[in-house]
């Protein structure tokens, strides 16, 4: 496996993102982690962001969608495998995802999720392939452009493989 992100590096700039993010709601922030390939990166970056509060001000829930099956290519359609279990309405939402390909995936997310009446909706994602967006979404923490490589590991899979690696690395 070829190392593209080493774990120390990911590790540093997750706390920095979640420095932003805190900075940004200082109201607290309702995290949204997209499952399954997100929940490494929301469990660092939670506990990123809470180290310097009480805890309070960070809450989280989970949603899972999926686009992709086993296949490693977008088929581009989108369906809601699991919702939410608490109400998002006036709350401040950060969507917490793994990586931002074609933003097809975040385009649904983002319209079903703003029929609910978040007060503020905003994207965190450890990852982006901007050479591989097919619609336009807005996301306001990136951790790493990448290109356009199939990449594996910190949550990311490849047919379920690789998720519980602590970097990123390049499938194949
Ligand atoms: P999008 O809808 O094309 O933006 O796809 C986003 C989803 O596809 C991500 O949340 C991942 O689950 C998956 N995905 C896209 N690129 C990769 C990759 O390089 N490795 C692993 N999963 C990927
Ligand atoms: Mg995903």
Known sequence: METLIPADDVQHRVRSLADEIRRDHPGG?????????????????????????????????????SSYGASATSSGQVQLLKDLGTSIEGRDVVVVEDIIDTGLTLTYLHSILRARAPRRLRTACLLSKPSRRKVDVPVEY????IEDKFVVGYGLDYGEQYRALPFIGVAG
């Open 142 to 145: 990136i951790g790493f452009s």
């Open 29 to 65: 922030v309702h995290l949204i982690g997209v499952l399954k390939g997100s929940f490494i990166f929301l469990a660092d970056l939670a506990r990123a962001i809470a180290a310097q509060t009480d805890g309070r001000d960070v809450t989280l829930d989970f949603i899972s969608l």
